[in-house]
């Protein structure tokens, strides 16, 4: 899945309207978290998928990205190269075992 992550601007402008509060709770899931400062409490939202890319048949292990591509690296053995704009995967390099890293 490819998610929409905030700006660094976007980022520091949420945590500038708390000031020099804490996060209060958090959890594994970014919209679960919250922000306390002066009495007040405001959820952080979560951004959403935006698109999901199939074809790896195990688990991803690895992401890598630039431009309009994605890398990826999974346990099915494959390096597949993504085109964002087309949502396809554009290459599948079989590596002959596990990849756990790409760059």
Same mark, same amino acid.
């Given at each position: ?11 520091a ?6 000031g ?10 970014p919209d ?13 939202? *979560?951004?959403?998928?935006?698109? +999901?890319? !199939?074809?790896?048949?195990? =688990?991803v292990? /690895?992401? #890598?990205?630039?431009g309009?591509?994605?890398v990826?690296?999974s ?9 964002? *704009?087309?949502?396809t995967?554009? +290459?599948? !390099?079989s590596?002959?075992? =596990?990849?756990? /890293?790409v #760059?």
């Open positions: 899945k490819v998610w929409a992550a905030p700006t660094a601007s976007q980022v402008d949420a945590l500038a309207a708390f020099d509060g804490a996060i209060t709770e958090a959890s594994n899931r679960k978290a919250k922000k306390q400062a002066s009495g007040k409490t405001q959820a952080i939202k *979560e951004r959403g998928c935006t698109c +999901t890319l !199939l074809g790896h048949t195990q =688990a292990s /690895s992401v #890598a990205w630039g309009d591509a994605v990826s690296g346990w099915d053995h494959t390096v597949r190269e993504w085109d964002v *704009e087309t949502q995967c554009a +290459t599948t !390099l590596a002959g075992h =596990a990849v756990t /890293s #760059a």
